[in-house]
RNA sequence: GCCCGGGUGGCGGAAUUGGUAGACGCAAGGGACUUAAAAUCCCUCGGUCGCAAGGCUGUACCGGUUCGAUUCCGGUCCCGGGCACCA
């Protein structure tokens, strides 16, 4: 152990020494209790941000510590390795999307490896190589096969200009970001995973996932969005066929007065009477214009048009003149919309706009309403009026009353209706898993054998940045023969959505080397499911459902026996400079490569561990990483200094100690104690480096006297320190184990353990509150009874004046804490 | 607009089940060591009144429950994140 710490070497050294020495590498242990711990995998986007670090920190603590307390610990790492991103940097460089991807990952692997992030690099994985792209080609297909993947025509942003599908983020505006023209809404037919049959079972599972924080629960519940209500159908005026809409407020049924239809309902053509043909026609255009985005901004002007047909209110028979509105959606429920504007608030103003009538159905408890007094919507519950044999009733009562009554008169049926949709996975895009399938003028659409398989993604394309998919220009990828009747063929050009391959990743990384199917079975069933699964919170709902989604498809396929993916969840919060996101363009990022360098990984790691708990914000400060490193520094010190005393230590014995010896190891065994809860169950790892932070101060005050039980304290002291370090500040705490003489490497030496005798106090502290106000502190025996304790805070020094003059009305005491003396 | 979080010193944060508000760290100020600087060590550090002992006050704001509230309840304001106008 040199003098001076120095993270460069130690960290060199240790790095090599895991490597060498295989340390992370596990295999399925039967006899070991396993432990699958999994951080969301990177983008290799070139480097690594201060988010991996953070992220990646919190994860390697978690992995160590469990390796210290004897689990079999799987904790792997890959690339989530295909994308846009890619796909633009070969158009700007005018390289290739495989080239960049993989020197990203050579260059962001070599950064990983110097942060000493405890993996399993045999079990790394990038999602574009065949060797898994291939698999999922596999799944696709037997998705396929079950009627889990079929397609269907759907709208997505399109650049007229570029000819190309746009990604959400590539419009800017309502324009396209590359050339600036107006994206339009183009339908297309495009393959869909069928992910709304899962919606029960994922909505019900949400109430099962006790492991998971509560906020992300909740907005997936919200994702999936059940609502009960019915499906009611308004005949046409002029025709045979009805308008169905869904509505969760039957109990304003009485109140529609106006029908509101998607622009995109199919009937809403054949509604336009001959002389509202033009205007519906040029609001559809316009609607079709407007990208998604917009349509739902806030602040977006609510717009319809009159299609000149009318329908007929079924329990009221009034005339309904039909509408399109620019609002209503056609992914949701029917795609059309009775409108109750005396009890809708957008109704409300779309009929104050367009001079429609307004008839209320439901008054405030003990009030009327005027209609023509109304300056909003009235929303809140309240009692039916005008709504026939109805009246009188609660709103709330009404709906079920209401529901019954239309089941009978079969005028409607109630309803369960998801505000999930359907999973679009096709992507126009060159840079992804092809979709595999063939395209024949005489059969159709007919899946690729799955002998024949993979379907490669060719290697030599250009990439315009126009002008559409690559993949289309590619004839020897394109052209092929149906393999049902052998006759001239098109392959399918989209490739998959990235999150097709960040939905079994986890379940690929237990047996990454397995030929013979996507998963090895016995393997899988070993390590899953993840124990626990660290990642942002940004991905709450898209990832962490699609990857929920694909587990349960794969458990329905035969390929594994669960039912949920990751057992527990934390998602961490940001990472904050100058109270902004680290991002380029805010030029506010800390470069992890320069920190190393300056401080080493291990400051690195504390100072992003201990400024802030993993599920909040971190905001970085420069001078805290300074602070780290003292720290660091101080505890080597610390140890340096007392290396003589402590080889020649003899060993403990618990029983024979000094007063101070006892207090010395009192506080090593309550800090133990506090860390391991921590770590552990709360997972605030600032708390725990702040207890042993405080031990340290308490060592570096304990002052060894000449007798044989300071020193055997003391190295049992400052070992507690190292082996709880370690998870933290793995280079170090190996450094300056081998230091104190120890063979083997930290991880044997295992978490050192509380001796719950070691942390009994002799004497307790009692808070005497007079009123509720902090008075006075005694200090009694451990033992004392509430007697003892009343009899000496009464007769507290500092107690009695607040007595004085007054009368004792109550004594609140709790027990080994605080005593609150109630006068008046 | 809807949904989900959050608001504690100059700063990051602590107070885990309603029981000492401000642990730990940073910054700042003072001191020791040094020819000097760095490093290190020691002291002070919410506000306010006081020579001091100590008092009063204080966890965004207003109110409530309680012997006791940063913590629970009702309302208000502000900040952050998400969204597919959810009928």
Not at 111 to 122: H, N, R, T, V
Not at 173 to 196: A, H, M, N, P, Y
Not at 444 to 456: F, W
Not at 608 to 637: C, H, I, M, T, Y
Request: proline residues 5%; glycine residues 8%; negative net charge.
């Amino acid at each position: 152990m040199e003098e001076k710490y120095l993270p460069k070497s130690i960290e060199e050294k240790w790095q090599g020494f895991w490597e060498a020495n295989k340390s992370f590498k596990v295999t399925e242990d039967q006899s070991a209790k396993k432990y699958y711990l999994l951080e969301m995998f990177p983008y290799p986007s070139g480097r690594i941000h201060m988010g991996h670090v953070r992220n990646y920190s919190i994860g390697d603590v978690i992995a160590r510590f469990k390796r210290m307390r004897g689990f079999n610990v799987l904790h792997p790492m890959g690339w989530d390795a295909f994308g846009m991103p890619a796909e633009n940097a070969a158009i700007q460089n005018r390289s290739h999307p495989a080239r960049w991807t993989h020197e990203n990952i050579a260059y962001m692997r070599v950064q990983l490896k110097k942060m000493g992030f405890s993996y399993d690099w045999d079990r790394e994985l990038a999602t574009c190589d065949v060797e898994y792209y291939k698999w999922e080609q596999l799944i696709f297909l037997q998705m396929y096969k079950k009627g889990l993947a079929y397609k269907k025509t759907s709208f997505v942003n399109w650049c007229p200009r570029c000819g190309t599908v746009l990604a959400n983020e590539q419009v800017e505006d309502g324009c396209c970001w590359r050339c600036d023209s107006v994206v339009r809404q183009k339908e297309l037919e495009q393959w869909f995973f069928r992910i709304t049959d899962y919606a029960e079972e994922l909505l019900d599972y949400t109430f099962k996932l006790s492991g998971w924080p509560e906020r992300v629960l909740t907005m997936q519940r919200n994702w999936i969005g059940k609502s009960y209500g019915c499906e009611i159908d308004f005949p046409l005026e002029e025709h045979l066929a009805k308008i169905r809409v869904f509505t969760t407020r039957q109990d304003t049924l009485f109140g529609a007065t106006f029908m509101s239809l998607a622009a995109e309902h199919p009937m809403a053509l054949d509604l336009a009477t001959p002389d509202n043909r033009a205007q519906v026609e040029a609001f559809i255009e316009k609607v079709q214009k407007s990208d998604k985005a917009r349509r739902s901004a806030e602040d977006f002007e609510k717009e319809g048009v009159f299609t000149g047909s009318y329908c007929i209110n079924p329990v009221t028979n009034c005339r309904m003149p039909v509408y399109l509105a620019n609002f209503v959606l056609m992914d949701y429920g029917t795609g059309a919309v009775m409108a109750v504007p005396a009890h809708d608030q957008r109704d409300f103003e779309f009929a104050n706009k367009y001079g429609l009538p307004l008839r209320v159905v439901i008054r405030p408890e003990g009030e009327s309403l005027d209609p023509g007094a109304m300056t909003a919507a009235f929303t809140t519950e309240g009692i039916l009026v005008n709504s026939g044999r109805f009246d009188g009733l609660g709103n709330e009562e009404a709906k079920e009353i209401i529901a019954d009554f239309l089941e009978k008169e079969g005028i409607g049926t109630k309803s369960v209706n998801y505000r999930l949709r359907d999973w679009g996975v096709s992507r126009q895009r060159y840079w992804g898993n092809p979709i595999p399938m063939i395209y024949c003028d005489l059969c159709g659409a007919v899946p690729v054998p799955e002998q024949e398989l993979p379907v490669l993604l060719p290697m030599d394309v250009t990439f315009a940045g126009e002008g559409g998919n690559p993949l289309d220009k590619v004839d020897s990828f394109v052209t092929t023969t149906c393999p049902q009747c052998g006759e001239a063929a098109r392959r399918e050009t989209d490739t998959m959505d990235t999150f097709v391959q960040s939905s079994w990743y986890f379940l690929r990384y237990c047996s990454p080397d397995f030929a013979a199917g996507p998963l090895d079975r016995a393997r899988s069933e070993y390590w899953m499911s993840v124990d626990q699964y660290i990642g942002g919170i940004e991905h709450a709902v898209l990832h962490l459902l699609y990857a929920r989604f694909f587990t349960k498809v794969l458990r329905d396929l035969g390929y594994i026996g669960i039912d949920e993916p990751f057992s527990n969840l934390l998602t961490q919060g940001m990472v904050i400079k100058d109270g902004a996101k680290m991002s380029k363009s805010k030029g506010n990022v800390v470069d992890p490569d320069a920190l190393i360098k300056r401080y080493g990984a291990d400051t690195a790691r504390l100072f992003s561990l201990f400024a802030a708990p993993p599920e909040k914000d971190l905001e970085w400060s420069d001078q805290g990483v300074d602070g780290s490193f003292r720290f660091l520094n101080r505890v080597w010190r610390l140890v340096f200094d007392t290396l003589p005393l402590l080889h020649r230590a003899a060993t403990l014995d618990p029983e024979n100690l000094n007063d101070e010896g006892k207090a010395l190891r009192r506080n090593v065994h309550k800090t133990i104690r506090k860390v391991t809860e921590d770590i552990e169950e709360r997972f605030h790892f600032n708390t725990a480096i702040a207890a042993i932070m405080e031990l340290v101060n308490t060592i570096q005050a304990f002052e060894p006297k000449n007798d044989p039980q300071s020193a055997p304290v003391l190295k049992e002291a400052i070992e507690g320190i190292i082996r709880m370090l370690a998870p933290f500040v793995p280079h170090f705490a190996e450094e300056v184990w081998a230091g104190l003489g120890n063979t083997g490497g930290i991880d044997k030496a295992g978490w050192p353990a509380c001796d719950a005798a070691a942390t009994m106090d002799e004497e307790l502290l009692i808070v005497v509150q007079v009123n509720g106000k902090l008075r006075g502190k005694v200090t009694v025996p451990a033992c004392a009874d509430e007697g003892t304790v009343k009899e000496k805070a009464l007769a507290d020094a500092k107690v009695l004046p607040f007595l004085e003059g007054k009368k004792v009305r109550k004594v609140i005491y709790i027990p080994g804490k605080l005593i609150n003396i109630v006068v008046n």
